[in-house]
């Protein structure tokens, strides 16, 4: 089943703060891999954050693509099988539909990982 991303899109000004989120259907997996992607207008889609994810241990692995590193935060409430992308500092650069994707592994995702995307959500940062 595809992960559902919540409304928590939409519009902000340049500067302002976004959170976007996204339930994984079913149980937490022993290990999983969830990713935010997002496709600007023109432009292909890219990988902006990642997060590993060991369910025993309890621990995980962040990576940002280096337009949103140190703005954007993404996190995982395990109980809820549950990520964030927490987006500071909005740029308009940022205006994009975004999707989010999981598998139940610890690797590392590309947009070349998957074929089939869910709807995503439209975030649109302007003055």
């Known amino acids: 089943q595809m992960p559902l991303v919540l409304p928590g899109g939409g519009w902000a000004q340049p500067g302002e703060s976004l959170r976007l989120t996204c339930v994984i259907p079913g149980p937490p997996a022993k290990t999983s891999t969830t990713g935010w992607f997002r496709q600007a207008p023109g432009k292909e889609r890219e990988i902006v954050a990642q997060i590993r994810w060991n369910t025993s241990s309890g621990g995980g692995k962040e990576d940002y693509s280096d337009s949103v590193k140190d703005r954007f935060t993404i996190s995982r409430d395990n109980a809820k099988n549950t990520v964030y992308l927490q987006m500071n500092n909005l740029k308009v650069e940022d205006t994009a539909a975004y999707y989010c994707?999981?598998?139940?592994?610890?690797?590392?995702?590309?947009?070349?990982?998957?074929?089939?995307w869910g709807p995503g959500t439209q975030v649109t940062v302007s003055s």
């Open positions: 994707m999981s598998l139940p592994d610890w690797l590392v995702l590309t947009v070349d990982t998957f074929r089939t």
